[in-house]
């Protein structure tokens, strides 16, 4: 799941501010790349059920803005982040994939633009804290919603070949929902001068992932939801450093998820990088 990684701020003192209360704010660019496939059978101009499998794939760079809290909790500093990318113009495509019994692969589908816009929530509750190096736990959350425009639907075969298209309005929507849970370390070496240094990583061995897909004039009122099992791997690098009673600093982060399961797969890759300014209780 793409969640934006928010950099740390730091006193100019030895003591990391990793571990001050305290609130700031980013903002920055996010590349951000995911898709779906599942299997089972399904129709296609026959009376009985074929193999089949069908995937969607969205692709989006973006602006997003996010803001972290970070609070006392027991002695330990806990954080929560919310990242939020308006809507925005980007691709997105919708094919079927039939395996008709006379030997014919049927394709049926759209690629064009869509409106998405994505919203994410993050937690760490820490239970490791040595020096400059920290352990936690992390919990995500994340939000996709893509409404397709109008385009044409693309109807293939392969004996015999032949391709027709048809524009259509069926105002397709799809969400995507996932949540993590995983563990987090965080790492924050000494340098020299006002500049503060800080790398952390995250791995979650496991994302339930869930797909809901509206079509309202072929089915209406009736959602369309698929679930996938995946894992995914992140970390980020930021440079900061005091600037009157703020911090100021660049930062940059990078995600990858994949599946577990053939028949149902969940796949995402985001990169992303921009600026923050944070204050200090």
Do not use: C
């Amino acid at each position: 799941m793409a969640i934006v990684t928010l950099v740390a701020l730091f006193l100019p003192s030895a003591a990391s501010a990793q571990d001050e209360p305290g609130v700031e704010v980013t903002t920055g660019i996010r590349r951000l790349h995911y898709s779906y496939r599942f299997e089972n059978d399904s129709s296609f101009d026959t009376p009985f059920l074929v193999p089949h499998f069908f995937e969607q794939r969205y692709e989006v760079t973006s602006p997003e803005v996010g803001l972290r809290a970070r609070y006392r909790v027991k002695g330990q500093t806990w954080s929560t982040t919310v990242s939020f990318m308006p809507e925005r113009r980007a691709f997105g495509s919708d094919f079927d994939t039939f395996f008709q019994p006379e030997g014919d692969i049927a394709t049926s589908g759209t690629a064009g633009d869509v409106d998405l816009m994505g919203l994410a929530i993050a937690q760490t509750i820490p239970f490791v804290s040595r020096d400059r190096w920290s352990l936690a736990l992390r919990i995500a959350w994340r939000r996709d919603r893509a409404d397709y425009l109008p385009a044409d639907r693309v109807v293939t075969h392969t004996q015999p070949p032949s391709e027709t298209r048809e524009w259509i309005t069926d105002g397709e929507r799809t969400v995507s929902r996932t949540f993590e849970s995983g563990a987090a370390v965080a790492w924050q070496p000494a340098i020299d001068g006002r500049w503060s240094l800080d790398f952390s990583a995250y791995v979650s061995p496991t994302i339930h992932a869930r797909l809901l897909t509206q079509l309202p004039q072929k089915y209406p009122g009736r959602d369309i939801v698929f679930d996938a099992l995946a894992w995914s791997v992140g970390g980020n690098v930021s440079l900061s450093r005091p600037v009157g009673p703020f911090t100021a600093g660049a930062w940059m982060s990078v995600e990858k998820a994949g599946s577990y399961r053939r028949s149902a797969r969940f796949n995402r890759t985001a990169v992303a990088g921009g600026i923050s300014v944070g204050l200090l209780r």
